[in-house]
């Protein structure tokens, strides 16, 4: 796995009260972009599913049920 680095400007309190408490920033960091990457990739699920189902919905039930048995049929 390739990494990356990034660079995080924060005020000096702050990386003090970091160092004070032992905290891992960089696992942190990294922690808190996982988390919301993953909330983005959530939301975009979201957004595919709403949009799957508006489709859906336009298409008949006998549609659905006649594809279903052909499906069946099939096996």
Do not use: C, F, G, W
């Amino acid at each position: 796995m390739t990494e990356e680095v990034i660079t995080v400007r924060v005020n000096k309190t702050l990386k003090e009260r970091a160092r004070k408490y032992k905290i891992d920033v960089s696992k942190t960091v990294r922690a808190a972009l996982e988390d919301e990457i993953r909330k983005h990739e959530d939301q975009e699920l979201r957004q595919a599913l709403s949009d799957i189902k508006t489709i859906l919905q336009k298409i008949p039930d006998e549609e659905i049920v006649k594809a279903i048995r052909e499906s069946r049929d099939q096996r």
